[in-house]
């Protein structure tokens, strides 16, 4: 669903790198099992999710689930995903939406001066929701482990080729920002103005934003057959 994330808005030694040419040899180094198996993955994304999709709406809940308060906890949980992923796309901009391996820029601003990878902590979280308002709260564990490999991989994959790519300014931002658990306190590389529009945002995430809707739809045709 994302791009791998590259290039600047954080400070002056990352400024000068310009990286948002297609990268046609990514693989001039080796790279490790698992970078390889990332990179698989992430020319798959298109597809991957499908077999979420027909499990949420396929299997049936369990007959005895609380309904109401149930459906509620899993919207408040994809609108938190969603809250995570508004505010990631503010700050990357359409970008994000590729389907390609063109690097983008390095944000360094906004989550991204918290932990490196906030879109997918948001899809972890939106797809989780799902699976909780679908009244398979067993299912949300098992997909955040499933995620959290798909999205790890791929992101080893991300990180080898961006540290080819750009080098020491990449390396900086790594040793301050973390990978996946969020640090309470932005890197010293924010720059809390390096914002798209909310206009530019909201076009930027619409696909997500009709997929939620679109969900939700389906969920309750699912309650209602």
């Given at each position: 669903?994302?791009?791998?994330m590259l290039g600047t808005t954080g400070p002056a030694t990352m400024a000068t790198v ?137 992101v080893r994959w991300e990180e080898e080729l961006l540290q080819q790519r750009i080098g ?58």
């Amino acid at each position: 669903m994302d791009a791998p994330m590259l290039g600047t808005t954080g400070p002056a030694t990352m400024a000068t790198v310009s990286t948002t040419n297609p990268v046609r040899y990514y693989n001039l180094k080796p790279l490790t099992l698992v970078s390889r198996v990332g990179g698989w993955l992430f020319r798959q994304r298109t597809w991957l999710p499908l077999p979420i999709v027909a499990a949420l709406l396929l299997i049936p809940p369990p007959a005895d689930s609380p309904t109401s308060s149930i459906w509620l906890a899993g919207a408040a949980i994809v609108a938190a995903g969603e809250a995570v992923r508004l505010w990631a796309v503010r700050h990357i901009g359409a970008i994000s939406r590729t389907r390609s391996d063109r690097l983008g820029p390095l944000v360094a601003s906004g989550p991204f001066a918290r932990v490196r990878n906030p879109l997918y902590l948001g899809n972890i979280l939106l797809w989780a929701g799902f699976a909780v308002s679908a009244q398979l709260v067993w299912l949300a564990p098992i997909l955040v482990l499933l995620l959290a490999f798909e999205y790890h991989a791929i992101v080893r994959w991300e990180e080898e080729l961006l540290q080819q790519r750009i080098g020491e300014p990449y390396s900086q931002y790594v040793a301050v920002v973390p990978r996946w658990f969020p640090s309470l306190t932005a890197s010293s590389a924010e720059l809390p103005d390096a914002t798209f529009s909310w206009r530019e945002t909201l076009f930027s995430e619409r696909g997500t934003l009709i997929a939620i809707g679109a969900g939700f739809l389906l969920l309750w045709l699912k309650a209602r057959s």
